[in-house]
């Protein structure tokens, strides 16, 4: 079976408003940076697979470091897709998106807007270019450590990014199951 890609331009325009628009119903200004930043969104037809698990969402930086042939190959191909070659793509499995929960989803799609990050400064600060627009970048995770570790060893520092997770989790979501209904038409929005 091979992998077919579809744009979700309606993926992106639900997500400007419910989740980036300071008035969207699930609007979270940690990605208040994201509104300067030219975007899109790609349906997958499946997962991807990395390190024996599957991956049903991925953020990426789009570059192309190829021959003239190979890079112009790519450029055409996302300029037929979105009518330009944009800066950030997210791209989500419509297979999972189609059957999982309202709620799920919209945790698969900030979780991929997390990753497309403002820079920090040399001192911890949100960085900026000359023009005053946030600078991006593709980040990693916030926590990454195995549970078998946790279980036996605890989380370690208590102000550290896990024991924060852990506290997050054990916090009742700052987002419910209304807010999420009343983002319209989530589950609509989702067949690919």
């Not at 049903?56 to 190979?70: D, H």
């Not at 208590?158 to 589950?187: D, F, N, W």
Request: with cysteine; proline share 5%.
């Amino acid at each position: 079976m091979f992998l077919t890609f579809a744009p979700a331009p309606e993926v992106l325009e639900w997500l400007k408003a419910e989740i980036l628009e300071d008035t969207g119903k699930l609007h979270n200004p940690d990605h208040q940076h994201i509104l300067s930043v030219d975007l899109a969104v790609l349906w997958a037809s499946g997962p991807s697979r990395s390190k024996g698990k599957a991956v049903i969402g991925t953020a990426e930086e789009v570059l192309f470091r190829a021959s003239q042939w190979v890079k112009g190959r790519q450029e055409q191909q996302m300029r037929d897709w979105f009518g330009r070659v944009p800066d950030y793509l997210i791209t989500l499995d419509a297979g999972y998106s189609a059957q999982c929960t309202d709620t799920a989803f919209c945790a698969l799609v900030e979780h991929e807007l997390y990753h497309i990050a403002q820079k920090r400064d040399e001192f911890g600060s949100p960085a900026f270019t000359k023009d005053g627009e946030p600078k991006i970048e593709i980040t990693g995770h916030d926590v990454e450590e195995f549970v078998g570790v946790v279980r036996r060893y605890g989380v370690g520092d208590p102000g550290g990014a896990l024991a924060q997770l852990a506290a997050a989790a054990r916090s009742a979501p700052e987002v419910g199951e209304r807010e999420i209904a009343g983002a319209c038409g989530t589950c609509l929005m989702r067949v690919a």
